[in-house]
């Protein structure tokens, strides 16, 4: 079994991100053991700048090819490598210095760089689900004929992975994928119509970006989690249950064929899953985080989801069932309808009629190589910015 003998040098996606800024801290806690090598942003060019100051990496990419010439400058003094643009940063994970790549950047971005790590034999800590939506069956031959490891870092996935060890796929009755609820768990279906972008950021347990946080209050977030859990865990969608848990202690269950069930806990914090994924495959960095206590634990409630007041649950399950194309075109009519709910474009429920619409309009193709999820992609986006302008 592989062990941590040595430093190993991360590259960090999404940096300036939540959990691309959480990633640092745990890198920080563990100066023996880790060492940030590459960091890449997609704009933040002052915070990649900060970062880049205090971590001292080999390289810095910033994704906006407006803001090269300023992250250049200001980095001048340093000695460190500055570039920009997507096809920089698909290169730059091939690296033969990099362990490590922990794929952070949010949505449709992350799958190019992701297969790039894949085809280099990385260790991959997956902290973008997208890649898994959008093109899930190609990511999961990839990995079948590359050296490349995957470790799931959101902490649904992450608790599956832990309940997992040791045991034997063909065991595994069910996966139950907890979810908070969000925002809007107990909100009448009636006043989502009227909800605005600032309701929906008020997320009850997670400090997480904006588009994510969308996500949840939308609950397409869960379903984007669903399908990932269905390509890391080689199950079905239908063999996959969410359920509604307000408190967010039990990460997710594995349900065996014996009548056995096995539970991951752990405060709703994103420092421990991507603790446990940079570390695996020992569970070896202990910290003096705050640990769970017995007040934590007292009351723990669990409800079935709303598939009527929440529909994107349901479109998500039809996609995954579906396959090929299907969950591509989800994700981009998502992340163009949750953009413009930012900018107030469009009202909440309207995200759900945007995906719906762009599905039933976009060709469908059954069995996709890489170009089709990239023109499936880029129709969706089309498609879906089509609407919302009419």
């Known amino acids: 079994m592989e062990r941590m003998n040595q430093k190993r040098n991360i590259a960090v996606l999404g940096s300036t991100g939540s959990i691309g800024k959480q990633t640092l801290d745990i890198i920080a806690e563990y100066p023996n053991l880790f060492n940030a090598w590459l960091l890449v942003a997609r704009s933040s060019a002052d915070l990649l ?29 340093t000695g460190i490598e500055v570039a920009t643009g997507s096809a920089a940063i698909a290169q730059a994970v091939t690296a033969p210095e990099i362990d490590t790549v922990v794929t952070a950047m949010v949505g449709y971005s992350g799958l190019e760089s992701t297969i790039a790590a894949i085809g280099a034999g990385k260790r991959i800590a997956l902290a973008n689900k997208e ?13 079948r004929d590359s050296d490349s490891v995957l470790y799931p870092v959101d902490s649904e996935h992450g608790a599956f992975y832990q309940c997992l060890v040791g045991e034997r796929h063909e065991d595994i009755e069910k996966l139950l994928l907890t979810a908070s609820g969000g925002p809007f768990r107990t909100l009448p279906k009636e006043q989502l119509e009227t909800v605005t972008a600032a309701d929906a950021l008020k997320h009850p347990n997670w400090s997480m970006g904006a588009k994510i946080t969308i996500d949840s209050a939308t609950m397409m977030n869960k379903g984007f989690e669903m399908i990932e859990a269905r390509w890391l865990f080689g199950v079905m969608p239908d063999d996959i249950e969410i359920l509604v848990h307000p408190q967010s202690i039990i990460h997710s269950m594995v349900a065996f064929k014996d009548g056995s069930v096995k539970a991951q806990l752990g405060l709703p914090d994103m420092h421990l899953p991507i603790r446990y994924a940079l570390g695996l495959p020992d569970r070896r960095l202990a910290s003096d985080c705050r640990k769970m206590t017995l007040e934590d634990m007292a009351m723990l409630t669990f409800e079935r989801p709303d598939f009527e007041k929440f529909p994107l649950l349901g479109t998500a399950y039809a996609a995954a069932r579906t396959g090929g194309t299907a969950p591509c075109v989800m994700n981009a009519a998502n992340e163009i309808a949750v953009a413009s709910f930012l900018q107030d474009k469009i009202r909440f429920t309207d995200i759900y009629r945007i995906i719906e619409k762009t599905m039933e309009l976009s060709p469908h193709v059954e069995h996709p190589i890489y170009d089709d999820y990239v023109a499936s992609n880029a129709d969706a986006r089309a498609r879906a910015t089509a609407l919302i302008n009419s």
Request: hydrophobic residues 50%; aromatic residues 8%; glycine residues 4%.
């Open 49 to 77: 700048i900060a970062q880049a100051r205090l971590m001292r990496p080999k390289m810095v990419i910033i994704a906006d090819e407006q803001y090269y010439e300023y992250v250049k400058d200001a980095l001048e003094d």
């Open 131 to 143: 890649t898994l939506v959008v093109a899930g069956e190609l990511i999961d031959g990839l990995l």
